[in-house]
């Protein structure tokens, strides 16, 4: 009996260990292969609509998300991507409405955020004022032959460029309906809309909350792809993401458990919401505090970058290649918090 009892508690013990095994095999295949998630997204060329809530969808694979809020007055659209995606966005805002388009928010100066601009705009018109001599479209634009592009006024000074030099976009895909103001706010199909100014990548950021169908266009300030893409010599900074984010946080209302509820719209991956800034927010905090102590220990910036202060974060958000790399970025965070 006792041999018995023996016999049996060693095949458990045999089992277990399998079991074992299996699982920490398992876990490291998915510690290999668990990030980034594979997730279905549109082939690299073509572009995807998808209904996001209330009167916004958004257009993805143009260069950056492009929001696109529609109803009976027109088509109100967050940045316009790439130029050579074009076509396809214009091709895609017809299967979303065949009301016309009246304003285009550029949040962030880069190109995949202003490309399309000059063309995209001209398949747009302005409602004219109700008047026999108005000489210029509402909220301040002087075109309505075509969709106003609206910005705060330091992105016109970033896509214009210095003086003697080819600008970043032809001139009629600048805007003409800039703000120097906190917020500028527009009555759109219904809703308010509301563009607020929030220095982040660079000074010229900005943000657009559809009110009542509770979705925030959050543009270059929240990329769920990559660390946050920083420009010290137009005004961005790392301090500068992380109050950005603090904001974009106190806009974003969650339904339950910090899920749901306000939805955000990147620019660049998935659609987001309250749970995801948050964790974009307390990501960006943990490498600024970490740089800006060894900041202050006197550290060098090769110094800097030797002690990884991204490694708990760089399978997924890091890259090794391309126009931005995590070395880029802690550089970028090096010197805006030398400054």
């Known amino acids: 009996m006792k041999r018995l009892w023996m016999l049996v508690t060693v095949c458990f013990a045999l089992i277990g260990f399998a079991e074992s095994t299996s699982t920490q095999a398992n876990q490291a295949a998915s510690r290999a292969t668990g990030w980034p ?19 916004v969808h958004v257009i993805i694979g143009a260069g950056s998300n492009i ?46 955020y202003v490309g399309g601009n000059s063309a995209i705009a001209d398949t747009g018109e302005i409602i004219p004022f109700r008047a026999p001599d108005y000489t210029a479209g509402p909220q301040g634009a002087l075109d309505i032959t075509r969709a106003s592009v609206i910005s705060y006024y330091t992105l016109l000074h970033r896509v214009a460029g210095p003086a003697g030099k080819a600008p970043r976009i032809p001139e009629d895909g600048w805007p003409d309906n800039t703000y120097s103001i906190p917020q500028k706010r527009l009555y759109f199909n219904d809703e308010p809309v509301i563009i607020t100014h929030i ?20 543009g270059g300030l929240l990329d769920l792809t990559t660390y946050p893409v920083i420009d010290v010599s137009a005004g961005g900074s790392i301090q500068a993401i992380v109050d950005g984010l ?3 946080i106190d806009i974003t209302v969650p339904a339950s458990h910090a899920g749901g509820g306000t939805l955000v719209v990147p620019g660049h ?15 960006t905090t943990i490498i ?5 102590d060894m900041v ?14 991204s490694r708990d974060y760089d399978a997924r958000y890091g890259k090794q290649t391309g126009p931005w790399t995590t070395d880029m970025f802690v550089e970028a965070v090096y010197q805006s918090l030398k400054k």
């Open 37 to 55: 998630p594979r997730l279905a997204a549109p082939a690299p060329g073509e572009v995807e609509v998808l209904p996001v809530q209330g009167k």
């Open 67 to 112: 929001t696109v809020h529609s109803g009976d007055d027109g088509v109100l659209m967050v940045d316009t991507g790439l130029s050579a995606m074009t076509p396809k966005v214009l091709a895609a805002l017809k299967t979303i409405t065949s009301r016309p388009l009246r304003y285009i928010v550029n949040t962030t100066e880069f190109d995949e």
């Open 199 to 218: 220095t982040s990548n660079t000074d010229s950021n900005s943000v657009v909350l559809f009110r009542k169908s509770d979705v925030v266009s959050a």
């Open 246 to 248: 603090n904001r974009l």
């Open 269 to 283: 991956g998935r659609i987001a919401d309250h749970a995801e800034v948050v964790y974009y927010r307390d990501m």
């Open 288 to 292: 600024r505090d970490r740089v800006e």
């Open 296 to 309: 202050k220990k006197g550290m060098t910036l090769a110094q800097v970058k030797a002690a990884r202060p």
